[in-house]
Structure formats: structure tokens, C-alpha cells
């Protein structure tokens, strides 16, 4: 539910594409990301495109989770089960903490438009230096289905009951 009283607190987000093949120019998912969090308010911090190889994607993740931005990280691809697909790989040992949530919830709601092949995505989050990571399937349905239907409320601080926008300044805490 939102909460008309709250105003929208935009929020800087990068976008991860992680593919051997994929290009700007035919970056479906990568685009698909980046003009929700545009259409929801919020500001693209920078995109970005690297091979599917565990050194190359925490490299780029990290050097992001260094700087005071961007506050969320949205990567996709790289989260299947084949030998190149090394998201999970990369992004799990930067993580301060896993929200083991969001992985169960994404299978549940893919499971209703792709049934058991749900069982082959790794897709999941966490908190890296204060910083929100949402790794995501390179499928551009999954990205929009991960979007629509979990991201998207969780980064509107107007959302209610809660909303992880809220909890941002209280992360690094410890």
C-alpha cells in the first residue's frame, strides 16, 4: 500500500549487465532495468556491461560498493547453473548480509509463468557495504517480473508497512 502522506525518496541506482554476448546495443535486460527505475522516479547512476567471469563482476560491484553511490545495485545474467554462469560466485562474498527473502519470494512468482524452471534461477540479494545488490536472471521477463512485483515496492519509501528505502541510513550500523 502507499502512503500518499510520504513523499517519493529517489534513490542513485546502477545497472549490471553480466553477459559474454550482450552488447549496449542489445542489452534487453540492462535497458529494461534502467527505464523502470527511471519511470519509478529514481536516478540511474551508471551501466554498466561485463563478461560473465566471477573476477570482472566483483571487480565492478565492488568498485561501486566503495563509493558513497550508488545506494542499490541491480545486476542481471549470470545466475543460472551453467559453467559460465558465476553471479552467485561473485557477489555472495561481498555481501555483509543475505536477504534470503527475496531469492524464495522471485522463485515463487516465477513459478507461475514458468512453472519448474524456476528451480534453475540463483537469483538473489543482500547488503554490501551499506548498498543494496539484487542479482537477477538475464531474462528480460524475469528482470521485469523481479521488478514489478518485488523491487519496485521495496525502493519506494512510501510503500507500507516497511520498505527497505527507509532502513538505508541505518545499514552500516554496527
Keep these: ?19 559474454d554476448s550482450r552488447t549496449a546495443a542489445d542489452d534487453k535486460s540492462g535497458n529494461l532495468l534502467v527505464e523502470r527505475l527511471q519511470s519509478a522516479g529514481h536516478r540511474l547512476q551508471q551501466k554498466a556491461i561485463v563478461k560473465d567471469d566471477i573476477y570482472q563482476i566483483r571487480a565492478q560491484v565492488s568498485q561501486w560498493i566503495a563509493q558513497s553511490e ?16 558465476g553471479t552467485p560466485e561473485a557477489i555472495k562474498p561481498l555481501l555483509d548480509k543475505e536477504i534470503e527473502g527475496f531469492g524464495e519470494m522471485f522463485r515463487v512468482l516465477s513459478f507461475e509463468s514458468i512453472r ?36 519496485h515496492e521495496q525502493l519506494d519509501y512510501r510503500h507500507r508497512p516497511c520498505n527497505l528505502v527507509e532502513l538505508i541510513p541505518r545499514l552500516r550500523e554496527s
Excluded at 500518499?4 to 549487465?17: E, F, H, Q
Excluded at 538473489?124 to 524475469?142: E, K
Design 116 to 151: 519448474t524452471s524456476t528451480l534453475q534461477s540463483r537469483a538473489l540479494a543482500g547488503v554490501a557495504n551499506g548498498t543494496y545488490i539484487f542479482c537477477l536472471p538475464g531474462s528480460s521477463g524475469a528482470c521485469a517480473d523481479a521488478w514489478d512485483k518485488l523491487i
Design 1 to 19: 500500500m502507499i502512503d500518499k502522506n510520504r513523499d517519493l525518496i529517489a534513490l542513485s541506482i546502477s545497472v549490471l549487465t553480466i553477459s
Design 70 to 85: 550508488p545506494q542499490v545495485i541491480l545486476t542481471t545474467g549470470g545466475t543460472g547453473v551453467t559453467g559460465r554462469d
